[in-house]
């Protein structure tokens, strides 16, 4: 991993990588607005690059703005972080949101897949990265789902009743740790005139609970899921 955060560093300025060692806080901020979530604290378990928000945002962003392709892939998230952990390669995106609620999750999706699918583009010329031994997900932060929405889902889980994809996906985070797989039919890249091998067909994701303000989280109960 260190190889790849040395690779970018030689083409892109140093300003946009932090790197991190066992024993290091990083911090991932929410920048927009008023949030109830405001940031979160990763306790840094192994060696780790964390990429400046504003990489994929400058440098590609501006290109996306108006396009007409669909899907469109002009999102970013709040987080990408490249880490060596287990003598394995991740790649991972996190997305921080107030509320558990469709929109949100939703809106999430898309920026996960939206940057994972910049950001493949961006390590995809260096012969030090192999987007087929890096594992890949993504991380969405937020308060839990609420007592009501988890009574709904749960009476109609019960009762038999086919539940839509977005009860589906509250269920599976709240019975598994597991993560749930975000097909590529959902968010569409697929659709892309582009080279299958910079689209996942699927990308796992993992909720992470938390309360108000700031709060420390740790990924790598989640990276060894995978």
């Known amino acids: 991993m ?24 990083v911090k991932i901020l929410e920048e927009h607005g008023d949030p109830d979530v405001k940031g979160v ?7 780790l690059t964390n990429i400046q928000s504003n ?10 703005k108006n396009n007409t392709c669909k ?46 699918f910049r950001m493949i583009c961006r390590l995809k010329p260096l012969n030090s990265f192999d987007i087929h031994n890096c594992k890949v997900c993504g991380i969405i932060v937020s308060l839990p789902v609420s007592d009501e929405r988890k009574r709904d889902i749960r009476v109609r889980k019960n009762a038999g009743k086919k539940l839509k994809r977005f009860e589906e996906q509250a269920y599976h985070f709240l019975r598994k740790s597991q993560p749930y797989l975000l097909e590529d039919e959902h968010v569409g890249l697929s659709k892309l005139p582009v080279n299958p091998v910079y689209i996942k067909k699927q990308i796992p994701l993992f ?20």
């Open 207 to 226: 909720h992470i609970d938390v309360e108000k303000g700031f709060s420390e989280i740790d990924i790598y109960n989640q990276l060894i899921k995978l």
């Open 2 to 25: 260190m190889k790849i955060c040395n690779d970018l560093k030689s083409i892109y300025q140093d300003k946009f990588f932090c790197e991190y060692h066992d024993g290091d806080t």
């Open 55 to 64: 990489f994929l945002h400058n440098s590609t962003t501006s290109y996306y």
């Open 71 to 116: 899907p469109q892939i002009q999102h970013d998230c709040d987080g990408i972080m490249l880490l060596h952990y287990h003598n394995e390669d991740f790649l991972v995106l996190l997305e921080l949101k107030s509320h558990f609620t469709k929109t949100n999750i939703e809106k999430a999706e898309k920026q996960i897949a939206a940057s994972l």
């Open 41 to 47: 604290n990763i306790n840094v378990k192994s060696e």
